[in-house]
Every structure is written in C-alpha cells, then in structure tokens.
C-alpha cells in the first residue's frame, strides 16, 4: 500500500464506547476488549500519524431529539433509550487520545447510522485526495464496520478491516465476521501487518 493513497476511517472513537462509564461499553463482551480495542487503536494511529495515510474519524452524534432515529431498532434503539451519542454531551465526544492528535485527524459528521458514507460527505473526501485503500477501525464490527467496509467496497475502494482495533458484541460474532463476512468484499488484517505494509513500525 502506497501511504499517500490510503485512508483509515476511525469507527465510534467516542467516550460513549470507550470511557469507562460510557454509557454503551456494556454492548460489548467481554467489557475488556473494549480497553484492548483502544490500546490497540491508539498505538495504530500514533504510528500512522507520522505518515502520509489520512485519518478520518465519521463520529455519530445525534440530536436530544433523536429525530434521525425515528423507528429504530436493535442497537440504534438502544442509542435512542440510552441517550448515546446526544450533541453536546461528554459522551458524544472524541476519547481525548485522538483529540490528542489535533488536527492530524479530519473529522467527518453527518454520521447517524450504521453507514459511515451515508448522509456525510466522506466520499467525496476520499475522491479528493485521491484515495485507493480503506482500512476501517472501531465500533461494532457487525454493525458500523461491515456496513461502513461495504459501502467502501461499492465504491471501488480496496477494503481491508483493522481486526484487532475492532470488536463486535460477543467474540463469537466478531471471528465470524473475520473469517467469513470482511473476505466477501476486502480483507481482514492487523494493525501490526498494515504498519508493516506502509514500512512503519510502533513505538
């Protein structure tokens, strides 16, 4: 992978999954992938900083309202009667490791589903910088991973998925995905590998 022509999209880094007392850390078991995912995820892009590849975080952040979710279901309901993700709270913030970064990380918004293409101009982004490989990270591999990896797909993007800087809901669904959805359309990967791809290395 040439460096200038890769893009990691960075899934949910917001404190209402990886905060202690985030209010959705409870969807994913066992709770301590969700610290293994982080420390993961911020060796990733601290060693990616350094380098050409573009770092993109596609935050969801809806309305107290809740109007873009207006017939939810599954874990977009539990979004709604948790009250995840509302503008303006604590929760709906970026974990400060990535906050860290300034602005080495463009932030992408409109996010209020699965999709990170959907209702953002993230495409459109992707196009400008002339962009080829998608890696994607974060938050929840069988939901906003595989669909956000998808719509990458269907862009002409090669796909690959950040395994160890992802996690589903239970470790069964999240070998599943691995080792049988992310082949259908991309790849399923390492952060270790992909820095070794790039000839980076962590620190």
Same mark, same amino acid.
């Given at each position: 992978?040439?460096?200038?022509?890769?893009?990691?999209?960075? !899934?949910?880094?917001? #404190?209402?999954?990886?905060?202690?007392?985030?209010?959705?850390?409870?969807?994913?078991?066992?709770? &301590?992938?969700?610290?293994? !995912?982080?420390?993961? &995820?911020?060796?990733? +892009?601290?060693?990616?900083? %350094?380098? @050409?590849?573009?770092?993109? &975080?596609? /935050?969801?952040?809806?309305? %107290?309202?809740?109007?873009?979710?207006?017939? %939810?279901?599954?874990?977009? #309901?539990?979004?709604?009667?948790?009250?995840?993700?509302?503008?303006?709270? +604590?929760?709906?913030?970026?974990?400060?490791?990535?906050?860290?970064?300034?602005?080495? !990380?463009?932030?992408?918004?409109?996010?209020?589903?699965?999709?990170?293409? *959907?209702?953002? @101009?993230?495409? @459109?982004?992707?196009? =400008? =910088?002339?962009?080829?490989?998608?890696? +994607?990270?974060?938050?929840?591999?069988?939901?906003?991973?595989?669909?956000?990896?998808?719509?990458?797909?269907? =862009?002409?993007? #090669?796909?690959?998925?950040?395994? @160890?800087?992802? *996690?589903?809901?239970?470790?069964?669904?999240?070998?599943?995905?691995?080792?049988?959805?992310? /082949?259908?359309?991309?790849?399923?990967?390492? *952060? !270790?590998?992909?820095?070794?791809?790039?000839?980076?290395?962590?620190?």
């Amino acid at each position: 992978m040439v460096p200038s022509k890769t893009a990691v999209i960075l !899934v949910g880094y917001q #404190n209402d999954y990886f905060a202690k007392d985030g209010i959705l850390r409870g969807v994913i078991e066992p709770v &301590s992938s969700v610290d293994t !995912v982080l420390e993961k &995820s911020v060796a990733f +892009v601290n060693a990616l900083a %350094p380098s @050409d590849v573009m770092l993109i &975080s596609t /935050p969801i952040v809806l309305t %107290p309202e809740y109007r873009a979710l207006a017939s %939810p279901v599954g874990i977009l #309901n539990a979004i709604k009667e948790s009250g995840a993700f509302a503008s303006g709270t +604590v929760g709906a913030d970026h974990i400060p490791e990535l906050k860290a970064l300034g602005d080495r !990380v463009a932030y992408v918004h409109g996010k209020v589903g699965f999709n990170a293409f *959907s209702n953002t @101009d993230l495409g @459109d982004v992707l196009q =400008r =910088r002339g962009i080829e490989n998608v890696l +994607v990270a974060g938050m929840v591999t069988s939901l906003c991973i595989d669909s956000t990896g998808r719509a990458a797909y269907e =862009r002409g993007y #090669n796909v690959a998925i950040v395994a @160890d800087c992802t *996690s589903a809901r239970t470790e069964t669904e999240q070998r599943f995905f691995c080792e049988h959805v992310f /082949p259908l359309y991309g790849r399923t990967t390492t *952060s !270790v590998e992909v820095l070794a791809e790039l000839g980076l290395a962590t620190h």
